[in-house]
């Protein structure tokens, strides 16, 4: 069996200002749900709840930090060497700042 090549449509090597705020609208709403269940859960005091409620309220900062660089004119672009991050990492992490290597460095 094989694949034809033909049928298959190019991916665009970044995301448009729209799909990117699409991908950022979804990730917020689920970071807040996710947020109002771990408080509706009545354990807000359990050191794990209160860890993961930091996680996502980390995230939701980072997601307005997005917004604002689609504003600014600058999403796409790795804070670390100003390479455009790959298209790829942008649809699985639109929120991210930083391509792979540069994230890398930023953990370590």
């Keep these: 069996m ?16 729209h799909e990117a705020r699409q991908r950022l609208e979804h990730a917020r709403s689920t970071r807040i749900t996710q947020l109002q269940a771990l ?45 455009p991050v790959p298209g790829e990492r942008l649809e699985i992490l639109p929120y991210t700042r930083y391509c792979v290597a540069c994230q890398r460095r930023a953990a370590a």
């Excluded at 094989?2 to 200002?17: C, H, K, Y």
């Excluded at 309220?57 to 997005?66: G, H, N, S």
């Design 39 to 83: 408080k509706e859960s009545g354990q807000a005091d359990d050191q794990l709840m209160s860890a993961q409620q930091d996680a996502i309220a980390r995230v939701l900062k980072e997601i307005d930090e997005a917004f604002a660089r689609i504003d600014a004119g600058t999403y796409g672009a790795c804070l670390g060497c100003g390479k």
């Design 2 to 17: 094989s694949l034809d090549a033909s049928r298959i449509e190019p991916r665009p090597e970044r995301l448009t200002a």
